[in-house]
Every structure is written in structure tokens, then in C-alpha cells.
């Protein structure tokens, strides 16, 4: 083993053990939330993943987004089986040692150099709408700073990434074609034969130099970007798949019963009733990320931001401060925010601060409960029910209802109808 | 409206269980039926069409109250479980075991919100009760005034995205020879009046727009001559919407019940 293969095992280690580290703290962070049973139906779950997470079939509602995130997604799958030959190649100092393959290896080159190239113009062409074709939905208030940043990093890194990988094998088809020992004759280049002729021209010491640079670039790019994902909203392309999975099977329209509301209710109806002993009330609805359930929180953290809740949400459509992705960027924050005390001081930190440290009464009052965004969204995320809980939290905990649902409240109670007619008026449209 | 309450035939299970008979379905009003004067007329189509089918139904009358979705929706889950409850027991008393109703919130309430909590009822939309009639020929349908007329389907939210019905609504459309035009945004991506989520209850959040106002924006630029609906809620916002654009003398909204209704001069 040389001393390139050395540093290239310490790399691949380091970014290894970064990443499990990652993936840890993700885990137990999402582990925060209340319990919630999704592992029924497998079999339906996993038809659901397969058409929605594997199949993008929601992406598809916007054709043109929906064609470039295919192509991008694809590209990036399939490219990425080119890393096992390099992962190889570092640790033993081999080159293109799948070349075995013959033309199997040189269909792959050739069809992982189309598709990278066309990953390069979707990303091009996402850049473009982002920035200067400013379409509405990368443009709301939740959409500036590091959000939007993220998004361009991304686009950006994977780019530079592409091209890495096509001037690598520019500079390694010149090499072969100058039989440079070491560089076997392998592969088919029908992307980057094109600079290949200008590759000729210079001088082999220089295009090792380049074939090794982007080879080392490439590499570290890609485990670079591993480790940046737990930091980013392109943390989707492994949460999408489990998020999916999960997902919730009952009609829409359906809310939770609250269990420990029932359990009361119970009590008032039959004073005799024995109540569960091994109950836990805790809170009405919630306050804080950990009183949401786990699923609430794996959403948040496989949120895309792509915004297509936002833009079909009928509040923020007509102007109101509710937005359902800023809902799940703001649950994620906190959620890191909750993790990061619990590394820093233990789990029975109190910060003093809560979701509503983020998320303000007039957002969560504006929502219809129309399903929009959850209709929306391409990777399957409940927005509306974090929205549910806040409510609750907010009605029940907190007794801050608006004076008119007071009002609707005391109606129900005392007259059987949000309106304030009497109960014995009921059957009274019969004879009018 | 004499003439209307000498034929109207609406017994309550009360009456059915005197004369020692049960009724097929029971016919859940709701409170905007019960107390809301447009949606009251829907509610009497809706018996106008039972009643000329011939369907054996009944209402509890003074004994229904609100499902609770409002409570629900709104955040108050004590009120909605003691709201079900009480209902749940007046309904397994009659034993109950089949229900209609003309209001989507209380069809997926009771649908899929009772269950958990011991009641359990075949809980159908009226819109999926009129399209079974049609279907099995129990009801005839002829477009009479509607032959022609183009007719646009607001979806209600909890009738659609919420319980996957986009169908049974626009197949009864079509039954009236009628042109059904559809909104850019109808079905799955269909959008909200504004009255879900006890929104109906209280003024809306600051903003640029009212949401029915929206809405309604986007029925007009079809150009239908009836917005039609399956909701008393949604009836209400899109025709405050109507009214707002100065429309309603051109435009009606209408329940698809009162177009059935209509039609087949009931
Ligand atoms: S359910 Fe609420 S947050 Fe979601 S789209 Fe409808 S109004 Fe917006
Ligand atoms: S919740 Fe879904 S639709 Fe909304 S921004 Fe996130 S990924 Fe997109």
C-alpha cells in the first residue's frame, strides 16, 4: 500500500465514522418524539415507497421540476456505482479495476458520462429558475439565508462534481490513447471525447495531473457532500425512502383520537370506570418537538423545501402568515436546537424556549385543515397534523382561543350546534 | 312552501320505532342543515329525493347534535370526545347501522373519527347515495333546466382530498346533460372555500385576500352558469363569493341535491 492509498483510507474512514456519528445523533433526536405505530401493513407500505419515494410519482405533478429532479435522481443513483471502483482503486492503488468487465464496463462508463452530463444541465437549468426565474415558491420569506444558500450549494457542489468526473475521464481517454502505462484501455468516453482532442495536445505529466486531481476531487467531493447532509434539506435523498415508508395510511380527512382525552371523557360518562394505571397524561397537544410524534419529526427532517405545500396552501395563498414548509423548517431548527442542548447539557436541559419560540398563534389559527400541502407534498410529509397538535396545545393547555371559537365552544357544549339555537329548534326546518 | 310541507315525509327513529318498524338508513342532518337557512333547502332536497325514491330513512331530530369536528378541527378535543360520545350512545341505542349525510364534515367524522371511540356505522356522503340510486335505476335522472348548462364542481375538502370522493359528485353532474367544466385547481388539488378547520367561526388572519374570494375568482374565470358543491359550508362561502363579484343573478351555487332535485322537478 502506497502513501496515496494511505491517505486515502484515512478519508474514507474519517468521513465513515463522521457520517455513523451523524446518522446516530439523527436517530436518537427523531427517537425524541412521542410513539406512534406505523409498522402495519408492510406490504402496503412498501407499494407506497416504490411508487412515491423509488417512482417520484408525486414529484411528476409538476412536469417540468418533476422531469429535472428525475434526471438528477437517476443520474445521481446510478453514477454513484461508480464509487465502489474507486473506493477499490484508492485502497489498492488498482486503476479502473472493473475494467474486467469489458463492454458491460464500457456500457456503464458510457452511460454514467450521458447521465452526468445531463445532471449537469438539470442542475444548470434549477440554478436558473432558483435565481432568474424566480419562480414564487423560492421566494417566501422562509426561502432566504441559509435556506437558499443550502439549495445553491447544492446545485453548485453537484456540478462541480459532474464536471470532476467527465475531465477525469477526458484526461484518462488522452492518456490511454497515448498508452500511458498504468492507464489501460477501458471504457467508451462519449461525453468527454469531446475534450479529448484538446487534452491531446498537452503533455502526459500534466494530464496525470489532471486525471489525478479530479480523481481525488471527485472522491472527496463525494464524501465531503455525505457528511453535509445532515446539515442540509439534500438530507431527503436518504430520509425520502423510510419517510415514505411510514407514511400514514387512513383517510386524510381523519385526525387522531387523543387517547388521554378519552380516558377522561370515559370517567365523566362512567365514575366507575377503572382508569388505565400505566398512562402517562402528560401534555394536551404540543409545545415542544418532543410532544409531537417521531413520525412529525422524521418529517421535519426530510423536508426538501421545495415549497409545493406552500404553494397550495390557501392561507398563504391569500396572504397569511401561515406557510406549511416554514412549519417543518421551523420544527427541524428546533429540533437541532433540542439535540444540540442535549449534547452540550444532558437530557433534562430546559432552554426555556419551545416550537413557539419559532412558530407564532397567527399561523397555526389561519389553517383550514384542507390538506393541501400534505396532498402536495412529493416525499409525503403531514404538516398539517404538527399544526393540529400546536392548536391543541394552544386551546386545551393554554385556554388562547380566538373569542369566537369560545363562543362556537360554548354553543356545542350547551346547545348542541355551533350556533347559539336552541336544541328543541332542531327538527324545526320540517315545518317551515 | 305549504304545498312543500304537506309532501315532505320526514320521520324521526322515534316515530319508526312507535309504529314498530326500523328505517334502512338514517338520514345524520347536521347542525348547517338543521339550522342554516340556504343549507336547509338542501337538506330538503335531499329528503325530496329519499322520499321520492321511496327510501325508508329517519332523523333523530332534536336528539342529533354536532359531531364535534369543529371543537376537533379547532383544537378542542374534549369537547369533540364528549360531542361523540353522546352521540355514539344515542346511535347505538336506535342501533344504528347505516347513516347519510348531506355534510361532509360530519360524514368523515362520523366515518372515521366515531369508530375508535364505539361507533361503528356504513357512513356515506349524500353525493354517493344519490350516484348508488342512479346506478342501480331506483332514480332516473333527465338534465331538464341543467340540459346544456355549463357546471363547474367546487370539491369539498373532507369529501375529497380528505375521503378520496372526487367521482360520485361529477358522475351525477354528467346524468343532467350538462357541460361539467372543470377549475384549473379541482380533485386532488382542488382549492379550499375557507370554512374548514373552524375558519367558518371566526374572522381570517391578517392578509391580502379572502380565501372564498379567491376561489370564487377562479369559478368566474370559467364562466359556469351553476357553481355546484356537496358542502352547506362550502355553499356558503362560494355564494358570499358570488355576491361579492355582484354575480348571483347570472351564477347560482347550488348542492348537487338541489340540481337533482331540480332536474326531476321534486
Ligand atoms: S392544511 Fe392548513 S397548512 Fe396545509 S394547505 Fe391547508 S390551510 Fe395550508
Ligand atoms: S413539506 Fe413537502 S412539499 Fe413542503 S417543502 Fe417540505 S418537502 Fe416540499
Redesign the interface.
Given at each position: 500500500m502506497g502513501f496515496s492509498n494511505l491517505i486515502f483510507l484515512l478519508f474514507l474512514a474519517f468521513a465513515i465514522f463522521l457520517f455513523s456519528k451523524n446518522i446516530k445523533k439523527l436517530i436518537r433526536n427523531i427517537r425524541l418524539g412521542r410513539d406512534i405505530n406505523r409498522s402495519d401493513n408492510k406490504s402496503e407500505r412498501l407499494s407506497i415507497m416504490t411508487r412515491v419515494a423509488l417512482g417520484q410519482s408525486k414529484i411528476m405533478?409538476k412536469p417540468v421540476a418533476g422531469f429535472l429532479h428525475v434526471i438528477v435522481y437517476l443520474g445521481f443513483i446510478i453514477i454513484n456505482i461508480e464509487v465502489i471502483e474507486i473506493i477499490i482503486d484508492g485502497l489498492f492503488g488498482t486503476h479502473r479495476i472493473l475494467s474486467f468487465l469489458g463492454s458491460f464496463y464500457n456500457f456503464l462508463i458510457g452511460s454514467f458520462e450521458i447521465l452526468a452530463m445531463s445532471v449537469l444541465v438539470a442542475c444548470i437549468v434549477f440554478l436558473i429558475r432558483r435565481n432568474i426565474i424566480r419562480i414564487p415558491r423560492f421566494f417566501n420569506p422562509e426561502i432566504t439565508k441559509w435556506p437558499k444558500t443550502d439549495a445553491n450549494l447544492i446545485l453548485i457542489i453537484e456540478i462541480l462534481l459532474m464536471s470532476a468526473f467527465l475531465l477525469m475521464n477526458a484526461a484518462d481517454s488522452a492518456l490511454q490513447n497515448k498508452e500511458v502505462s498504468h492507464y489501460i484501455k477501458a471504457g467508451a468516453f462519449p461525453v468527454s471525447s469531446f475534450l479529448v482532442n484538446i487534452f491531446n495536445n498537452y503533455s502526459v505529466n500534466f494530464l496525470i495531473f489532471i486525471e489525478r486531481s479530479t480523481w481525488w476531487f471527485h472522491i472527496i467531493g463525494i464524501l465531503a457532500f455525505l457528511n453535509y447532509l445532515p446539515y442540509s434539506k439534500h438530507l431527503h435523498i436518504i430520509l425520502a425512502f423510510p419517510n415514505v415508508f411510514f407514511s400514514n395510511l387512513?383517510?386524510?380527512?381523519?385526525?387522531s383520537?387523543?387517547e388521554s382525552?378519552?380516558n377522561?371523557?370515559?370517567l365523566?360518562?362512567d365514575p366507575n370506570a377503572v382508569p388505565p394505571t400505566n398512562l402517562n397524561p402528560g401534555k394536551?397537544?404540543a409545545k415542544d418537538v418532543s410532544d409531537l410524534s417521531w413520525k412529525n419529526l422524521m418529517d421535519a427532517y426530510s423536508c426538501t423545501e421545495c415549497g409545493r405545500c406552500t404553494s397550495?396552501c390557501?392561507?398563504n395563498?391569500?396572504?397569511?402568515?401561515?406557510s406549511p414548509r416554514k412549519i417543518m423548517m421551523d420544527t427541524r431548527d428546533r429540533l437541532e436546537e433540542v439535540g444540540k442542548n442535549i449534547d452540550k447539557n444532558g437530557l433534562d436541559f430546559d432552554d426555556g424556549k419551545s416550537l413557539f419560540s419559532y412558530i407564532s398563534q397567527?399561523e397555526i389559527?389561519?389553517?383550514?385543515?384542507?390538506?393541501?400541502c400534505?396532498?402536495?407534498c412529493p416525499v409525503n410529509i403531514d404538516p398539517l397534523s404538527i399544526i393540529?397538535e400546536l392548536?391543541?396545545?394552544?386551546?386545551?393547555e393554554e385556554s388562547s382561543?380566538?373569542s369566537?371559537?369560545n363562543?362556537?365552544?360554548s354553543n356545542?357544549?350547551n346547545n348542541?350546534?355551533?350556533?347559539q339555537?336552541s336544541?328543541?329548534?332542531?327538527?324545526?326546518?320540517?315545518?317551515? | 312552501?305549504s304545498s312543500e310541507?304537506a309532501t315532505?315525509k320526514?320521520p324521526?327513529i322515534g316515530e319508526y320505532l312507535a309504529n314498530g318498524e326500523s328505517p334502512e338508513i338514517l338520514f345524520w342532518?347536521g347542525?348547517a342543515?338543521?339550522?342554516?337557512d340556504r343549507a336547509?333547502k338542501i337538506?330538503?332536497a335531499v329528503v325530496k329525493i329519499l322520499n321520492h325514491v321511496g327510501v325508508k330513512f329517519a332523523?333523530l331530530?332534536?336528539e342529533?347534535?354536532?359531531t364535534?369536528d369543529?371543537?376537533?378541527?379547532?383544537?378542542?378535543?374534549?369537547?369533540f370526545?364528549?360531542?361523540a360520545?353522546n352521540n355514539i350512545s344515542i346511535l347505538n341505542g336506535y342501533d344504528i347501522k347505516k347513516i347519510v349525510t348531506a355534510c361532509p364534515h360530519c360524514f368523515?367524522t362520523l366515518?372515521?373519527?366515531y369508530p375508535?371511540?364505539g361507533g361503528n356505522y356504513e357512513v356515506i356522503h349524500h353525493t354517493q347515495l344519490i350516484q348508488n340510486l342512479i346506478d342501480t335505476g331506483k332514480l332516473k335522472v333527465e338534465g331538464g333546466t341543467f340540459k346544456g348548462k355549463k357546471i363547474t364542481f367546487h370539491d369539498p375538502?373532507?369529501l375529497g382530498?380528505?375521503?378520496?370522493e372526487y367521482e360520485a359528485p361529477r358522475i351525477i353532474i354528467e346524468k343532467l346533460d350538462a357541460e361539467l367544466v372543470e377549475m384549473k385547481r379541482c380533485k386532488?388539488?382542488?382549492?379550499?372555500c375557507?370554512?374548514?378547520?373552524?375558519?367558518?367561526?371566526?374572522?381570517?388572519?391578517?392578509?391580502?385576500?379572502?380565501?372564498n374570494?379567491?376561489?370564487t375568482e377562479e369559478a368566474l374565470s370559467i364562466n359556469p352558469q351553476v357553481i355546484a358543491t356537496g358542502c352547506p359550508f362550502c355553499n356558503t362561502m362560494m355564494t358570499d363569493g358570488v355576491k361579492n363579484f355582484n354575480k348571483e343573478h347570472v351564477i347560482k351555487v347550488m348542492d348537487v341535491a338541489e340540481l337533482i332535485a331540480q332536474a326531476n322537478d321534486l
Open positions: 405533478a387512513n383517510p386524510k380527512g381523519q385526525f383520537n387523543m382525552v378519552t377522561e371523557v370515559k365523566m360518562f394536551f397537544g397550495e390557501p392561507a395563498i391569500t396572504g397569511k402568515l401561515l397567527e389559527l389561519a389553517c383550514t385543515s384542507c390538506n393541501a400534505v396532498q402536495a393540529m392548536r391543541r396545545y394552544k386551546i386545551m382561543a380566538p369566537e371559537w363562543n362556537v365552544f356545542i357544549e348542541g350546534a355551533p350556533w339555537f336544541p328543541s329548534d332542531r327538527l324545526n326546518w320540517r315545518d317551515e | 312552501m310541507k315532505l320526514v324521526t342532518v347542525c342543515g338543521s339550522f342554516d336547509k337538506t330538503k332523523v331530530g332534536t342529533e347534535s354536532c364535534g369543529p371543537a376537533k378541527r379547532a383544537g378542542n378535543e374534549f369537547l370526545q364528549m360531542q360520545m368523515n366515518k372515521n373519527e375508535d371511540l375538502c373532507y382530498r380528505g375521503n378520496d386532488t388539488n382542488g382549492l379550499c375557507g370554512a374548514g378547520g373552524a375558519q367558518m367561526f371566526k374572522e381570517a388572519e391578517k392578509g391580502k385576500k379572502e380565501i374570494i379567491e376561489r
